[in-house]
């Protein structure tokens, strides 16, 4: 008589950590307490993924969000509940504001006591609404046999522009509960806003009237590096937020690179009749506070549809992923843009000016700095940098770094998470 082969179990701790390796998770970070037990212990069991261990909470936050940034990936931080998840408040809040794709996974007492304010240990019956105001996104796994649904749906809404921190409330009788094994784990999908063709046509008619085009590159427009790079040798000049800083290779002498605020910037924006925001807040930190005189027409390219014209007032907004727009847009250009010469060499001259006006600032430091613009590019190293003078003054925008992804700064201006990120 034939019988079915036993159905394969697994308890949901052990699913969550087969699941994170199964879409190419290789480091985890956090700090183990009761309440994730289960799900470190099954990592641990596994050994497909290594754990790093934090002294706490924020600097296990601050390395997985170093991580993501560097790595071009997913960054996986594991607390537990109340105090645990707390401690990464001031961290996640800086990945939030760098658009880093975390996936936090904290945890949760057992559901009979949650968010009725027993004093179970560890509760804080409002730890939902404080996740909500520091995540892109805020999900709770409410029952086991959602393992894997929820999992994937909290890591493509990390990793779906525009990217950032989502939190995942695991509670920990869930976490212990069984469910059948499932054979295949889909990696998450990413999915990208993308605009309108009549919205790149448009952009299209506007820089072919151009003689003077830049792109202002931020943050979001880090993984467009291929189509921003292509516009310039076409004839665009370009210039950067601090969070976009070599999307266009920093060598280029058409690019001011991050030197945004200087008077000879000031002038050449003065010049340009053509400027395209993409991926980029224009945050108040780079523009005086938005005082400072961009150029018209002003076009701004988002992920996110709420930032048009938050900051300026906008030409054109186009709603749409950085990358895909503008690789779109190169299709219905010319090989070769009829721009002004003698606007593309000036750019050159602002950059030298800026950078030497800057030299003669530093003094003795210049000798530091220089050593490590010597460095950084040549060796192809990420350049992390805690909130200091030091960097504030030449290390945003002096030192070259090689790739996009390289450099790790803190955007939210949070003093101290410089030596986490530089672990993560």
Request: hydrophobic share 40%; proline share 5%.
């Amino acid at each position: 008589m034939k019988t079915d082969a036993p159905t394969r179990t697994e308890t949901v701790g052990e699913a969550i950590a087969r699941h994170l390796a199964d879409i190419g998770v290789t480091r985890v970070f956090g700090v183990i307490s009761i309440h994730n037990m289960p799900i470190l212990d099954a990592i641990a069991r596994q050994g497909r993924i290594r754990f790093v261990p934090a002294r706490g909470e924020a600097g296990a936050m601050n390395m997985a969000d170093a991580y993501a940034r560097v790595s071009r990936s997913l960054g996986v931080v594991i607390t537990s509940t109340g105090t645990g998840a707390g401690n990464t408040a001031g961290a996640q809040v800086e990945a939030l504001t760098a658009g880093s794709p975390v996936l936090h996974i904290t945890t949760q007492v057992d559901r009979q006591f949650m968010d009725r304010d027993r004093a179970a240990i560890h509760d804080v019956p409002r730890q939902t609404d404080m996740l909500k105001g520091i995540s892109k996104t805020c999900l709770r796994m409410w029952e086991a046999r959602s393992v894997h649904t929820v999992l994937s749906a909290a890591a493509s809404a990390a990793l779906s522009p525009p990217s950032g921190p989502v939190s995942l409330e695991i509670p920990v009788d869930v976490q212990r509960e069984t469910v059948p094994e499932q054979d295949f784990i889909a990696r998450p999908l990413v999915v990208r806003p993308l605009a309108g063709q009549d919205s790149i046509a448009a952009l299209a008619e506007l820089v072919k009237k151009a003689r003077r085009p830049m792109l202002w590159l931020g943050g979001g427009a880090r993984h467009a590096g291929d189509a921003a790079n292509a516009l310039v040798e076409r004839g665009f000049c370009a210039v950067s937020s601090t969070n976009g800083r070599a999307v266009v290779d920093e060598a280029s002498p058409y690019t001011l690179g991050a030197f945004n605020m200087t008077p000879e910037a000031e002038a050449i924006y003065a010049q340009c009749d053509l400027m395209i925001v993409a991926g980029s807040r224009l945050r108040g930190n780079e523009t005086r506070n938005n005082t400072l005189p961009l150029p018209s027409p002003l076009v701004q390219i988002d992920a996110e549809a709420t930032q048009g014209a938050r900051n300026y007032p906008v030409d054109l907004f186009i709603h749409g992923d950085a990358k895909d727009s503008l690789a779109r847009l190169l299709d219905l250009l010319p090989e070769r843009l009829e721009t002004d010469a003698e606007f593309r060499h000036s750019i050159a001259i602002a950059r030298v000016k800026a950078e030497g006006r800057l030299r003669d600032q530093l003094g003795v430091y210049r000798v530091i700095a220089d050593a490590l613009q010597e460095r950084v590019a040549a060796g192809g190293h990420p350049f992390v940098r805690d909130v200091t003078i030091s960097n504030s003054t030449f290390g945003n925008r002096y030192v070259q770094f090689a790739a996009p992804h390289h450099g790790v700064h803190a955007l939210g201006g949070g003093i101290g998470q410089g030596l986490a990120m530089g672990i993560g």
